[in-house]
């Protein structure tokens, strides 16, 4: 259990969000069709975990001391929206890696491209991190990923996670607001994702490297620990032959497709959304590899460098808690004001 008082600023802070969302224009979300399993979906692996509602709609995966479990999207796709509502599980989940990504993994092994939503449990009363990365044509010793803090407690609802990936844009959607994106540089190469890939869904075993560098490790005494998806988008051109062949006939349709895409609210950066999701990255952020200059001196073409947030990267390294400021005031504590949520940095997490 929360501290109550932690429990009332979630709270809170899940009014706050809930507002930043809406002014985000978020309602694009309500009219998107959503799938069953059967429609668009496959068993991937650990298909004795995975439990299906009765309507097929919502997919429960769960890792246990024997397996993990993931489905799949059943046909690829070139350039779409992908979207999912995942509600994490709850209490010490340290160790423990759900993800939701398009990848071309499975069929080219060493020039394959990805794009990742993966969230790494912790430990009992720590908060789940949240990690986006994207690949492109095998770039795997140029990781480019970000860690964020999630400005709610994934565990007690469902949130919807989207990735909006055309030939030209990559935004990382939470709740309908954006809160990172990709734009295609010439620079960048084959380093943005340019090939059909499928939709993947996953629960798994991350002990070497999810928590802390490795340091906790998945206790399987406190399991089993199970995600849960609903509300399953898939908005894409579908590629009808063999992805290695990429016929004419496929690539024809589907440029004729991204008109259509590229049109969609959500495709679509107003000034609005790109204020929200800069607040969005100046709260949550843990970690971007376009500040890390140990790693990449010189960072990555289509990162947007700002100064002012460089610094307070510096400074708070990962080491950044989002948490309620709460002022007890001595002899009587008001029921009534919420208290305001503060960004806290400098603060260790434990
Ligand atoms: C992708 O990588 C392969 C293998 O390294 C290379 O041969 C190919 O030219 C690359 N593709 C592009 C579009 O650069």
Same mark, same amino acid.
Request: with cysteine; aromatic share 12%.
């Given at each position: ?42 068993? #991937?692996?650990?298909? +004795?975990?995975?439990? &299906?509602?009765? %309507? ?7 890792? @246990? /001391? !024997? ?34 990504? #398009?990848?071309?993994? +499975?069929?080219?092994? &060493?020039?394959? %491209? ?7 449990? @912790? /430990? !009992? ?226």
């Amino acid at each position: 259990m929360l501290h109550p008082q932690r429990s009332m600023a979630a709270a809170w802070l899940a009014v706050v969000w809930a507002c930043m969302s809406m002014a985000a224009a978020a309602g694009f979300l309500d009219e998107l069709p959503t799938m069953a399993f059967e429609e668009g979906f496959s068993p #991937l692996f650990g298909e +004795d975990n995975m439990v &299906k509602s009765a %309507d097929g709609r919502t997919v429960s995966i769960t890792l @246990n /001391r !024997y397996t993990g479990s993931g489905f799949i999207s059943s046909d690829y796709y070139h350039h779409g929206f992908f979207s999912a509502s995942i509600k994490l599980p709850k209490d010490h989940t340290a160790g423990v890696v759900v993800a939701f990504y #398009l990848s071309n993994g +499975d069929v080219f092994e &060493k020039t394959h %491209d990805e794009l990742d939503f993966e969230f790494l449990g @912790n /430990r !009992y009363r720590h908060e789940w991190k949240m990690q986006t990365n994207v690949y492109g044509n095998g770039s795997t010793d140029r990781g480019r990923e970000e860690r964020y803090l999630m400005p709610f407690d994934p565990t007690a609802d469902a949130h919807r996670f989207s990735i909006l990936w055309s030939s030209r844009l990559i935004v990382f959607y939470v709740d309908g607001v954006p809160i990172r994106e990709v734009p295609r540089t010439p620079a960048m190469g084959a380093d943005y994702p340019s090939k059909p890939m499928a939709m993947y869904v996953t629960i798994w075993d991350g002990s070497t490297w999810a928590t802390d560098n490795g340091k906790y490790k998945v206790n399987y005494k406190r399991g089993p620990f199970t995600a849960v998806f609903s509300d399953l988008v898939l908005r894409g051109c579908r590629v009808s032959s063999d992805i290695r062949l990429a016929s004419v006939d496929d690539q024809d349709r589907c440029a004729a497709a991204e008109a259509e895409l590229m049109d969609a609210e959500y495709a679509t950066m107003t000034p609005g959304k790109r204020m929200a999701m800069r607040r969005f990255r100046q709260r949550q952020m843990l970690y971007t590899v376009c500040y890390d200059t140990n790693r990449y001196p010189e960072p990555f073409p289509e990162c947007d460098v700002n100064m002012a947030e460089r610094q307070m990267y510096w400074q708070w390294g990962e080491s950044k808690v989002v948490r309620p400021r709460v002022r007890p005031r001595p002899g009587h504590r008001s029921k009534r004001r919420p208290p305001t949520p503060m960004l806290v940095s400098l603060q260790q997490a434990d």
